[in-house]
């Protein structure tokens, strides 16, 4: 596969995940259960905001059509966006959106421990950037995770519910296509197979202190990574989207 | 957001910069002293305004009582002489 091409999809499935993230977040906002939360929760979806234009800002250099970031977030249809299925998936209940956003902290903070040692500088200077935030978004989401797991009986119940049903969206990541492997090659990323390790512990460490079981595999979904995603993902873009969709190029 | 009302509430303290003595900045809910740090890293130190968080329960500050004010400071008002303003200030000193 052409460098260019593989390194652009890469920087596209990073950006798109932060993205597509802090979308689903902002939706909480106003509506936390408590205020403290609601501003934390803010917080970080903003962090994944700024990190999602880092990446989209880049990967369009490396375009190198001249899309900026505001063109690639506005501007690409659903199978064009590159987020894994985690991210996409409903935020239910405020459980359900912490079970999401502990399982996605744990493979993100992984991720861009890799990339800081990426052979590409541009990218391992954001993930350097990135990677201290992301140490506080998991932190924060292990915390919630214990709290509500060796919380009550109905929370208990609830966070494993959560857990169990978003456990088929935690595979696709550690899949490698022609993309991954192309970057491994090169050194841009870390191979997606070798964060299954790390992640598999970070989460059974803080399911065990949320009295929380590790669900059993019973086989999983893939293909946001290619572009294939969940109908979820069509109703956050006409949101996000919305007002560049009705009003092309409009500034303010 | 009725759980605030279960939640305890937390006197938060920020130091601005070293040097400096940590300063009341406010007060939120949290569940223990480890969220009560979380949370006022999220309310009040958003924009970069602090290098130290201290966080104590409000429950646990012993303060002195309204009805006590004449006794307690009232005699203070009239010995000026206590103020250190008969002394030359040293040129380099800061944050006297």
Redesign the interface.
């Known amino acids: 596969m052409d460098s260019k091409l593989s390194k652009f999809q890469y920087l596209l499935r990073l950006s798109d995940n932060c993205l597509v993230l802090s979308q689903q977040l902002a939706a909480w906002c106003g509506h936390g259960p408590a205020l403290e939360e609601d501003l934390a929760l803010t917080n970080v979806a903003l962090d994944l905001l700024g990190q999602a234009r880092l990446w989209l800002t880049y990967a369009g250099e490396v375009e190198g059509l001249g899309r900026d970031e505001d063109a690639l977030a506005y501007g690409r249809d659903g199978p064009d966006f590159r987020n894994l299925l985690l991210v996409e998936q409903p935020n239910g209940h405020y459980g359900n959106t912490v079970a999401r956003q502990f399982l996605f902290d744990a493979w993100h903070q992984h991720l861009l421990a890799g990339l800081c040692q990426s052979s590409d500088p541009r990218i391992a200077e954001i993930a350097q950037k990135a990677v201290k935030e992301v140490r506080y978004h998991v932190e924060r989401s292990a915390g919630l995770m214990i709290a509500l797991g060796d919380g009550t009986e109905l929370s208990h119940d609830r966070m494993q519910e959560a857990v169990n049903k978003l456990w088929p969206y935690t595979n696709e990541w550690f899949e490698s296509d022609a993309v991954d492997v192309q970057c491994a090659a090169e050194g841009v990323a870390p191979a997606a197979s070798s964060l299954s390790a790390p992640w598999r512990a970070s989460v059974e460490a803080v399911l065990n202190r949320a009295t929380l079981a590790m669900p059993a595999y019973t086989g999983h979904q893939r293909g946001g990574k290619q572009g294939m995603h969940s109908e979820h993902l069509g109703h956050l873009l006409t949101s996000l989207q919305f007002v560049q969709r009705t009003y092309p190029g409009a500034q303010w | ?1 009725t ?2 009302n279960e ?1 305890p509430l937390w006197e938060i303290f920020i130091r601005s910069q070293h040097g400096l003595a940590h300063k009341h900045v406010g007060s ?4 223990d002293g ?2 009560a740090v ?2 006022a ?3 009040y130190t ?1 924009r970069n305004e602090g290098v130290s968080i201290w966080v104590v329960r409000a429950g646990d500050i012993v303060a002195s009582s309204p009805g006590d004010k004449e006794a307690l400071f009232d005699p203070a008002q009239t010995k000026t002489y206590r103020h250190p303003t008969f002394y030359p200030t040293p040129d380099g000193v800061k944050n006297l």
């Open positions: 957001m759980q605030n939640w939120l809910h949290a569940v480890a969220s979380q949370h890293r999220d309310v958003r």
